[in-house]
Nanobody
Framework: QVQLVESGGGLVQAGGSLRLSCVAS????????MGWYRQAPGKQRELVAI??????NYADSVKGRFTISRDNAKNTVYLQMNSLNPEDTGVYYC????????WGQGTQVTVSS
């Protein structure tokens, strides 16, 4: 059974940094697409970043500030978030695409001004 467990969220001041981690269990996923979505209060869930065997892609709002990476030996994907601003506040969800999409439980990121 596939499971995704996120960690690393928290409260940070504007301009600060956080690093999110997502550990996938249940199989090996070195060639599968993985990434992060976020959902701010009252807004729809939006794609933040994705990493595939072909590279990475980011939402325009986070380009140059966020970096997605993965450690296939650890079945883990990371999201390094720098220069955070209050608009980055939300619940961040890790996802994995196999024959279906799996989601983590989410981790809260709150950026204070």
């Amino acid at each position: 059974q596939v499971q995704l467990v996120e960690s690393g969220g928290g409260l940070v001041q504007a301009g600060g940094s956080l690093r999110l981690s997502c550990v996938a269990s249940g199989s090996r996923f070195s060639t599968n697409a993985m990434g992060w979505y976020r959902q701010a209060p009252g807004k729809q869930r939006e794609l933040v970043a994705i990493i595939t065997s072909g590279g990475t892609n980011y939402a325009d709002s986070v380009k140059g500030r966020f970096t997605i990476s993965r450690d296939n030996a650890k079945n883990t994907v990371y999201l390094q978030m720098n220069s955070l601003n209050p608009e980055d506040t939300g619940v961040y969800y890790c996802y994995l695409i196999t024959y279906r999409t799996y989601w983590g439980q989410g981790t809260q990121v709150t950026v204070s001004s």
